[in-house]
DNA sequence: AGAGGATGGTGCAAAAAATGCATCACGATG
DNA sequence: CATCGTGATGCATTTTTTGCACCATCCTCT
């Protein structure tokens, strides 16, 4: 869309803090973006940055008016969505952010089972903290967002939440493999894999610790599961996960099997899937929404609210 | 603003039917306007308008598009509003909707008062039946719109509601002129100057000539509160009103008398204050509503809520 | 049936706007 | 104090938009 470029000119700059940086990304000279922005400006009657030796920042005004332009911008691109969707296909765009945990298994199958229906709809998937999680859905970069054991502010629409207990990953020969439910206090023998980055699994666990006193043994820390599926077929490793990582009958990859934590010791954790409140989804982006909340109902059906 | 003139231009083009038309309000060649549209459905990617014989009309993606882009616009002068309001001076416009009752005394008073505290603010004042107030509210042609006893929409949300008794308006010398409460029957001796238009005023009216069976001499048929006053004081008629037309304590003007009709013979109306649901207006409207909403508590305490 | 008057669409030249290059002025940084 | 990066500006060039004249089509009225 033509006037749609005029809109995202002023958009990169706010990102980019800079005006010859935001021209190079929009293949443009730094001339005409900086006349652009001092033209938009006259219009508005304010000025809209400010004027730093290390580049421009918003100010008020200017803060007041990106956000109206974010809203304008993914709004007529969820109108052109409903129009597309006229004729009949379904074209569209979702973006989709969320913690480690939610990468694996789940996510990737629910999107692999709606592009099956949907060829024309394109996917981003982000990996985010929760904190970049909460500021992408505000600056309507993300659509949706899943996030894990967070404080969630008011100006967030929760769609769907799923209670998630902790499971132990092991492999198939592990002496703890026949277990139907595991104490924390079981694992003490045995290397633990446990969460890196903050929050989510990481709090879980730490939690169990603290309340069963069990001191575990980290040999390594990380949190892609790829990386821990991989290392407990080599070593007779203990590693953590919920159950939206990996999947639902079968485990994550032949040879590994999934043993519930005693809640007891280990409360489960709370995934919710979120949306920037009061914003009017895509028809590609509420189709897919509809599709995970179905999703989870079924296959959680006692934790799922 | 130079890209809210792109949109305008789709927008009258909806309004006048006729792209030719269009171009002549908007001061430019049929020709510009025509490839300005013939470029907007070739981003879009869809024909956004019919065309017949007799000029264009919009199918069901310029539907789409067209509340798109007004609410956009709405939006937009929404937060240039915020804007201009950040540097101390509020500026603005607002725009009124209502019935032929509401437009003097009351609204007239209202606006002045505004008026005295932000000069920058300009104000539009239409008088619609209740069908234009509604589409005009929808379309978003105006920030709020008074309403005297219709059916509302669920896409509306109600501001303020207040009651409305019937007055009898008389000459101060005219032989009713001392009575406290008037019922319908007295007034059959004297001509009556009736409303014209459907709705509000006359279907009050219309319940209490059906419920007493009073057989009212109509012999002026108008809306014009300034006509009946004037008449008034020519022919010892009696014309109708309810108190948002007239002074509070005063008269309309001096040598007239306002008296109630018994509310057992009619029944008060409701004038509701209605705005488009989920619509964010701009300061300059939403601090004229607040002032409207109080002063309607203020001089109708037990007949608002 | 035919004339007249609407309508939207198109080729081409003129006008207007946006862009790019070279350069300036300013402040931070080493 | 020189250097580097920043945004702003004058001028020539390119791109886009606009206006004129004209076409094809359809409706209406004679």
């Known amino acids: 869309m033509r006037h749609l470029t005029h809109l995202r000119y002023i958009d990169v700059v706010a990102r980019e803090k800079s005006i010859r940086k935001a021209s190079e990304k929009l293949n443009i000279t730094s001339t005409a973006l900086n006349r652009r922005i001092l033209a938009l400006e006259e219009e508005v009657g304010t000025p809209l940055f400010e004027r730093l030796p290390s580049g421009v920042r918003l100010n008020t005004a200017g803060e007041l008016f990106i956000q109206h332009i974010r809203s304008q911008m993914t709004d007529l691109s969820r109108v052109l969505s409903q129009i597309s969707d006229l004729s009949g296909v379904r074209r569209g765009h979702v973006i989709v952010g969320g913690g480690p945990e939610i990468l694996s298994s789940f996510l990737p199958g629910q999107i692999a089972k709606y592009r099956q229906d ?153 995934v919710h899937l979120v949306q920037r409140k009061g914003r009017v989804l895509s028809v590609a982006a509420a189709k897919f929404i509809d599709q995970i909340v179905q999703a989870l109902n079924k296959r959680f059906p006692e934790a799922t609210r």
Chains 1, 2 share one sequence.
């Open 118 to 270: 949907f060829q024309a709809v394109q996917f981003d998937v982000l990996r985010q903290t929760p904190e970049q999680s909460l500021t992408a859905l505000m600056n309507f970069e993300t659509d949706m967002s899943f996030i894990f054991d967070s404080v969630l502010p008011s100006d967030l629409d929760i769609v769907a939440s799923v209670s998630q207990p902790l499971f132990a990953l092991v492999h198939k020969d592990h002496p703890l493999a026949e277990y139907k439910i595991l104490k924390l206090q079981d694992c003490l023998a045995w290397p633990i894999i446990s969460p890196l980055s903050e929050g989510g699994l990481k709090t879980m666990l730490e939690v169990g610790r603290l309340r069963t006193a069990a001191n575990l043994q980290t040999v390594i820390k990380t949190d892609e599961p790829n990386f821990i599926s991989d290392y407990i077929r080599n070593e007779n490793a203990i590693g953590f996960a919920i159950p939206l990582s990996f999947e639902e009958n079968t485990q994550i990859v032949k040879g590994l099997k999934s043993i519930a934590i005693d809640e007891g010791d280990v409360p489960p954790g709370i």
